[in-house]
């Protein structure tokens, strides 16, 4: 039986829509054109966090934040036509002030493939973006009384497949930062997991997340997830995908990122045999670019265009006369995680 394959890009951009983006939606664009994903999800999408007893749900999404991700998605459609990019929101994640939400794009139109991998050659929206709150009995779950996960249905078409249409559930989850808690992030993520399945049933789901929590110091947690929930770790490599304070230039090459906190979960679905999978090194990619357009008379070492690099996607205090009072610049405090999966039918 050929099933589809789906390309899937997760990536917390911290507080979205809350930043001067005149230097930096390039790289974002970038990044997930050359990814080649067919849906990605971002985390962090920045809400009204002033509000008074908020409902979750709730569409409380800033106004900086809507014209953000409707310039991502003309962007993305500038440079990509042919995939015809669309994008939804969701309303608020949480009733307390750590609330934000979360947005999913795709390719409706992609160019798919008719070999080996089966990529789709069409994607609708079915259902979503819903913030998922409960568990099969239709009961609360606390969720480490934070945040909940979104979720949208796609349907995945591709006549050389068996069958040939085929849909997904895919899920954007950032866990509770309650880091005086761990067992409130563990908790957390244990939700998420119950309640994805609660919703999906039989339908393939894949989960991308910010944990908060180090994949490398609590292996035997997420091993432990596949028995409990039937969730599979995808991305399991370990590699830092949450950024220092600042560069780590003392060694052999920059180090720019030690927590593996952002990882992917599947159920139904398998990692595609070749296709890389793991963190995107965006910093190492700007740095390269530097490198090959190096400023007129000025020769700099590699290190010093990861540096500089790292300072252009941190977000931080604009000082340019020409960023608008009380904006920040950046990308984010996180990297982006990518995976290829075959749905298990």
Request: aromatic letters at 8%.
């Amino acid at each position: 039986m050929s099933t589809i394959c789906l390309r899937f890009l997760s990536w917390n951009l911290k507080d979205f829509g809350n930043y001067d983006y005149s230097y930096t939606m390039s790289n974002i664009v970038q990044t997930v054109l050359t990814d080649g994903a067919d849906v990605f999800a971002i985390m962090e999408v920045v809400a009204n966090r002033r509000v008074k007893r908020a409902q979750i749900g709730e569409d409380l999404i800033l106004e900086g934040a809507k014209v953000a991700l409707k310039q991502l998605c003309s962007e993305l459609n500038k440079q990509d036509k042919v995939s015809k990019w669309m994008y939804a929101v969701s309303g608020v994640n949480a009733g307390n002030k750590d609330r934000d939400a979360y947005a999913f794009f795709w390719k409706s139109t992609p160019v798919g493939s008719t070999t080996d991998p089966l990529y789709p050659t069409a994607i609708t929206l079915k259902k979503g973006p819903l913030i998922l709150r409960k568990d099969e009995n239709d009961k609360d779950l606390k969720f480490g009384n934070s945040r909940r996960p979104a979720a949208c249905l796609f349907e995945l078409k591709n006549t050389a497949a068996n069958p040939a249409t085929q849909q997904i559930w895919v899920v954007s989850f950032h866990a509770c930062a309650n880091f005086d808690k761990e067992t409130d992030i563990k908790n957390a993520i244990k939700d998420c997991m119950t309640a994805c399945s609660a919703i999906a049933g039989t339908t393939p789901v894949i989960i991308g997340s910010d944990t908060n929590l180090d994949y490398n110091s609590n292996q035997s947690f997420f091993n432990t997830l596949q028995s409990s929930s039937g969730f599979d770790v995808e991305v399991t490599d370990g590699v830092g995908s949450s950024l220092l304070g600042k560069v780590d230039t003392s060694g052999s090459s920059p180090k720019v990122a030690e927590n593996a906190y952002d990882n992917i979960f599947g159920k139904k679905v398998k990692k595609y045999k070749t296709r890389p999978v793991g963190v995107i090194n965006v910093i190492n990619d700007m740095a390269n670019e530097r490198q090959s357009k190096p400023t007129k008379g000025k020769k700099r070492t590699l290190n010093e265009d990861v540096e500089d690099s790292f300072n252009t996607f941190i977000t931080k205090n604009l000082d340019n006369s020409k960023a608008k009072k009380g904006k920040t610049a950046g990308i984010s405090d996180h990297l982006p995680v990518t995976i290829t999966v075959e749905i298990n039918n």
